[in-house]
């Protein structure tokens, strides 16, 4: 089955510790996304990559780390300068990232849910 | 920059229609979706307009107008199961086509 895991579906993390948050597509997509998302608000984009070993800061990069280093994972690390770390994570992938008249669909990740105690 | 708004939340009842509305002002569009997200779930495409009008796929359609930064998405013979957020995203091509979100609208569905 063709599809788009994150794990774990629930995290805890102490104060001062960073934590790497898992994303893996098998969907052959080019572009992969992370997003967090916060009680009665859109989702926010944090870092994209459009191609293996490049990636970009979207709005709310600070605090926050990406690697690709294989088309299929795009691991998020949150590091302990992101101040307000507890949300909602989505990792999502698209099959090319919108140019070329290409549609730009986005398909998700069931999510990660970060607590810090 | 970009803005898009949507209602917060709206009620509706069980068998009945309802609209949901999204503005957005955005340079360089190149395109609008909805997506339903269930609580704590992942948000699933639902549908995509680029051009002006009405795009219908069984119970839930979606309008959209780019003259006048306006789409909505139409749900006919509401399911209880159909309580969930809907999310507007706009597809700006001078932001690398990027999608960037309304807050969603949170529909609660009642007997």
């Known amino acids: 089955d063709g599809g788009i895991t994150q794990s774990p579906k629930y995290l805890f993390r102490k104060e001062g510790q960073n934590v790497t948050l898992s994303c893996e597509q098998n969907l052959n997509h080019d572009a992969m996304y992370w997003y967090r998302q916060d009680p009665g608000q859109g989702l926010r984009l944090i870092y994209y990559s459009q191609i293996v070993n490049d990636f970009q800061k979207g709005d709310i990069a600070e605090g926050y780390s990406v690697s690709r280093e294989k088309k299929e994972s795009f691991p998020l690390t949150v590091t302990s300068a992101q101040k307000n770390p507890t949300a909602f994570y989505l990792c999502?992938?698209?099959?090319?990232?919108?140019?070329?008249?290409?549609?730009?669909?986005?398909?998700f990740g069931p999510g990660t849910r970060l607590t810090v105690l | 920059g970009q803005n898009i708004d949507q209602p917060t939340e709206m009620t509706a009842t069980e068998g009945a229609i309802v609209q949901i509305n999204c503005t957005y002002q955005?340079?360089?569009?190149?395109?609008l979706f909805w997506y339903q997200q269930h609580a704590g779930e992942a948000p699933t495409f639902l549908s995509y307009n680029v051009l002006d009008g009405l795009e219908e796929k069984g119970r839930f359609s979606s309008f959209l107008s780019r003259s006048k930064g306006y789409s909505y998405l139409l749900l006919k013979e509401l399911q209880m199961k159909d309580s969930a957020s809907y999310l507007c995203a706009v597809i700006n091509n001078n932001a690398g086509n990027m999608l960037t979100f309304g807050g969603g609208t949170r529909l609660m569905v009642k007997p």
């Open positions: 999502a992938s698209s099959i090319s990232d919108g140019s070329g008249g290409l549609v730009n669909t986005q398909y």
């Open positions: 955005t340079s360089g569009f190149n395109g």
